[in-house]
């Protein structure tokens, strides 16, 4: 993925995962940033460490602050 420095200080990175047994549902926000991330470090080194603190299924979330969220996508 290319990085976007323009929009950097109005994005959030969001690694998400869920604890080993549990339902997608429960997944937990695992780690945040504001700002530009490398995702595919954050992607790696979160897997280490879900890894040995009983975690899988990660995923990452980036949100830009300047567009307003849809809510009716959540719906459909």
């Known amino acids: 993925m290319k990085a976007n420095y323009q929009n950097a200080a109005t ?3 969001l690694l998400y995962g869920c604890k080993i047994g549990e339902p997608n549902y429960m997944e937990e926000i695992l780690y945040q940033c504001k700002g530009y ?3 595919q470090e954050l992607l790696s080194k979160g897997q280490q ?3 040995k603190n009983g975690y899988d ?8 602050l300047n567009i307003a ?8």
Do not use: G, H, M
């Open 11 to 13: 994005t959030e990175t």
């Open 37 to 39: 991330t490398n995702q």
């Open 49 to 51: 460490w879900a890894d």
């Open 57 to 64: 299924r990660l995923r990452i979330s980036v949100i830009d």
């Open 69 to 76: 969220p849809n809510f009716i996508k959540a719906i459909n």
